[in-house]
């Protein structure tokens, strides 16, 4: 409830400012993100956690674990600043920021793209 109430008035406040002064619409837009970003801070954390103590039970190997866990990391802050620079209008920044995340989510994949080729190709017969 904070959180949306918090969104909420950041986003009629930034509607009220936006006519005459766009850089503090944007600035309260921004800060209001940030802010709900450090109050999800907690749960992330708590999310970690419990994956950490899953793998770790169910034997998997924690550099994937890592790996998936960058790989979240880079689709939340690419689509968190996508989102930002399109509450500035520049949509064609945005989409590049989305597709740089793409990318890099694609090259962090390659070892458990490997894992899964090579496991695939152990169950084949020769």
Do not use: C, W
């Amino acid at each position: 409830m904070q959180i949306v109430g918090l969104g909420l008035i950041a986003a009629i406040l930034s509607l009220l400012i936006k006519e005459h002064k766009p850089i503090f619409a944007f600035l309260l837009s921004l800060f209001a993100g940030a802010l709900i970003f450090l109050f999800l801070i907690g749960k992330i954390a708590d999310v970690i956690r419990v994956l950490q103590n899953l793998a770790e039970h169910s034997g998997i190997n924690s550099v994937y674990l890592k790996t998936v866990l960058k790989i979240v990391g880079i689709a939340y802050i690419a689509e968190f600043g996508a989102q930002i620079v399109r509450d500035t209008g520049q949509e064609a920044v945005a989409a590049k920021i989305e597709l740089a995340g793409k990318i890099l989510i694609l090259f962090m994949a390659i070892p458990i793209f490997r894992i899964i080729i090579e496991t695939v190709m152990k169950l084949l017969p020769a």
